[in-house]
């Protein structure tokens, strides 16, 4: 099946420092992709979609300016947490859907748990 | 609006019985139905969906799905369960992609704690 990795797996960051989430598509190439953050034993909350080469769409409550996305090419969508803070500390999973070819299928990244500190 | 409600924060159920992880939906129009599987501080591993057809869905790890429209329904279910089977398990419901859009995002339930214990 299609694989999307993220980098890093994990960070640790100072609050005040800004972090960049790395998700790729490794074998097909993705149309659109999704952010969620996840708090310990919770569901996926969507925080905003890109498609490639346009502005992201956030969610109702996502600060953009704090979540910064980027969806530079149809592989590689970059999420950047800006001037962190402890409450940003979370489980944060990107996701790929592939180009048109039947229905849309949803790939995960294996996530990322950021901890400002 | 679309949503999803698994009743259930958790199962637990011994190794070799039978398991049903519950999941209803509520859908404007035909729903595409998904079973993701998330194990510790990793992210979801797709399961099975149903989009139309026969209404048992099967998928990996032996899994497979019951859809029932008259209940709204779409229960996870298993013939014999293994430890390994232990994860959190999300229903997921996909919005109808609407002519010229590439949006259709997923909306999950909030999750159940499925524990196989030996």
């Known amino acids: 099946g299609a694989v999307v990795s993220q980098h890093p797996s994990w960070v640790i960051c100072k609050s005040g420092t800004s972090v960049k989430i790395e998700c790729r598509s490794l074998?097909?190439?993705?149309?659109?992709m999704f952010w969620y953050r996840q708090f310990p034993k919770q569901s996926l909350m969507l925080m905003a979609t890109s498609n490639e080469g346009s502005k992201a769409t956030y969610e109702q409550g996502v600060e953009k300016d704090k979540f910064l996305i980027n969806h530079a090419s149809l592989t590689l969508s970059t999420l950047t947490v800006t001037s962190a803070h402890p409450e940003d500390s979370s489980f944060y999973i990107c996701?790929?859907?592939?180009?048109?070819?039947?229905?849309?299928?949803?790939?995960f990244g294996p996530g990322t748990r950021l901890t400002v500190t | 609006a679309q949503s999803v409600a698994q009743p259930e924060d958790q199962v637990n159920v011994a190794e070799g019985n039978p398991l049903t992880v519950k999941c209803t939906y509520s859908?404007?129009?035909?729903?595409?139905l998904f079973w993701y599987v998330q194990y510790p501080n990793r992210g979801l591993q797709f399961l099975l969906k149903y989009i139309t057809g026969d209404n048992l869905v099967k998928g990996s790890y032996g899994f497979e799905a019951e859809f029932n429209k008259s209940q709204t329904s779409f229960h996870l279910k298993k013939p014999s369960a293994l430890v390994s089977d232990s994860a959190l398990y999300f229903c997921a419901v996909r919005d109808m992609l609407k002519r010229g859009s590439t949006l259709g995002r997923l909306y999950f339930g909030r999750g159940t704690q499925l524990t196989v214990w030996p």
């Open positions: 074998d097909f190439q993705a149309t659109t």
């Open positions: 996701s790929a859907r592939a180009r048109p070819g039947g229905i849309y299928e949803q790939y």
């Open positions: 859908v404007s129009g035909n729903p595409y």
